[in-house]
């Protein structure tokens, strides 16, 4: 916990991350780009699927309880990410390169949908379109961000990789700590 403007104690947000098992090239060329590009979260957080978003004012051990029995029986996801697309965020002036997945798309979606069922349902924010992704690049100047973005996709990239996990993680504002990782079936 951490306290924020005026002494006011901020709680943790819950979130539920998938880090992907990449090859060593392509988890170099994302922390690479990231170095450069994604100042405000490149040491806050790994390369990662977000399944969950942030949850507060929800008790840990039955966040935890229900993504432990969602995923019980999960079993990975196989991803190839060939289109690096602009993404924005109307909750702050930033926008974002989201790299997102050609195969594995609609597994990464129906992971997401399966953990806002029951206990989270309520926090489902259904009108916001989920778009799985890996956020490489944050700034506030759009032209920026569709200037990597077009660069990207005229490289023809690729990168692939296996979601074999997901960890449940608290995010005070200034980093995540990682709780929990659940494993999947192979």
């Known amino acids: 916990m951490r306290t924020g403007w005026q002494g ?3 709680l943790a947000m819950l979130y539920t991350l998938c880090y992907p098992t990449l ?12 170095r450069e590009h994604d100042l ?9 699927f977000t399944v969950v978003f942030g949850i507060s004012d929800f008790p840990e051990d039955t966040y935890s309880e229900h993504v ?13 990410c060939r289109y690096a697309a602009l993404g924005d965020d109307s909750d702050s002036d ?8 050609d195969e594995g798309l609609s597994d990464i979606c129906r992971l997401h949908d399966k953990l806002y069922s029951g206990k989270l349902k309520q926090f489902h924010r259904i009108e916001i379109p989920y778009i799985p992704h890996i956020g490489i690049a944050t700034m506030p100047d759009a032209r920026r961000i569709q200037f990597l973005c ?19 993680c608290a995010y005070d504002g200034t980093q995540v700590v990682d709780l929990e990782r659940i494993e999947f079936e192979t």
């Not at 405000?40 to 990662?48: A, I, L, N, W, Y």
């Not at 077009?150 to 449940?168: H, M, R, V, Y």
Request: hydrophobic content about 40%.
């Open 150 to 168: 077009d660069e990207l996709n005229a490289s023809s990239f690729s990168i692939g990789g296996t979601l074999e996990s997901a960890t449940i």
């Open 8 to 10: 006011v104690k901020l």
């Open 23 to 34: 090859s060593d090239k392509d988890h170099e060329f994302i922390r690479s780009f990231r």
């Open 68 to 80: 432990r029995t969602i995923l019980q029986d999960q079993k990975s996801i196989d991803f190839v």
């Open 40 to 48: 405000p979260f490149r040491d806050v957080v790994d390369h990662h």
């Open 94 to 101: 930033d926008f974002y390169v989201f790299l997102t997945p």
